[in-house]
């Protein structure tokens, strides 16, 4: 009798020890391959602020032609945005570029075929959400200035 339950505390002393291994090993991946995942992030959410007082002006209900784009991010600084069938004021899918900003990698540039680099910063970054700010400022050219706050899901 003692022996079947040397055995069975064995083997569940074994189990334990193997599942915090893994949970061990989930917690060590890098910000890259959080983000590079492969699967797309997908917006959920956008919050903004339209007067660069740092005090987000409400969120914006995001369109249902941006609810079905998709972004991913290749390890090797490619990537790639589809906007999804349900298109917004003409945009088309494309290749994007993008590089850690820092050896903290807490920012990314990244950069769509038009040329134009946004500085992502991250401030989420999990196995399903990446939640970055971005400042889009337009000022100097007598365009608007804002400060998005965006979360996407796997």
């Given at each position: 009798?003692?022996?079947?339950?040397?055995?069975?505390?064995?083997?569940?002393?074994?189990?334990?020890?193997?599942?915090?291994?893994?949970?061990?090993?989930?917690?060590?991946?890098?910000?890259?391959?959080?983000?590079?995942?492969?699967?797309?992030?997908?917006?959920?959410s956008r919050i903004v602020d339209t007067t660069k007082d740092g005090v987000d002006n409400g969120t914006e209900q995001i369109a249902n032609c941006d609810?079905?784009?998709?972004?991913?991010?290749?390890?090797?600084?490619?990537?790639?945005?589809?906007?999804?069938?349900?298109?917004?004021?003409?945009?088309?899918?494309?290749?994007?570029?993008?590089?850690?900003?820092?050896?903290?990698?807490?920012?990314?540039?990244?950069?769509?075929?038009?040329?134009?680099?946004?500085?992502?910063?991250?401030?989420?970054?999990?196995?399903?959400?990446?939640?970055?700010?971005?400042?889009?400022?337009?000022?100097?050219?007598?365009?608007?200035?804002?400060?998005?706050?965006?979360?996407?899901?796997?």
């Amino acid at each position: 009798m003692k022996t079947k339950f040397l055995i069975l505390a064995a083997m569940a002393t074994a189990t334990i020890i193997q599942s915090c291994r893994e949970e061990d090993d989930e917690k060590k991946k890098t910000k890259e391959e959080l983000l590079c995942s492969s699967q797309c992030w997908r917006p959920v959410s956008r919050i903004v602020d339209t007067t660069k007082d740092g005090v987000d002006n409400g969120t914006e209900q995001i369109a249902n032609c941006d609810l079905d784009n998709c972004e991913t991010f290749n390890t090797n600084g490619t990537g790639y945005i589809n906007f999804g069938p349900q298109i917004c004021g003409g945009e088309q899918s494309t290749s994007t570029t993008w590089s850690w900003t820092n050896s903290s990698q807490n920012a990314i540039n990244y950069q769509q075929g038009n040329g134009i680099i946004w500085q992502y910063e991250i401030l989420e970054l999990t196995e399903t959400t990446f939640r970055y700010s971005m400042v889009m400022d337009f000022t100097s050219t007598g365009g608007t200035y804002t400060k998005m706050t965006v979360k996407a899901i796997h």
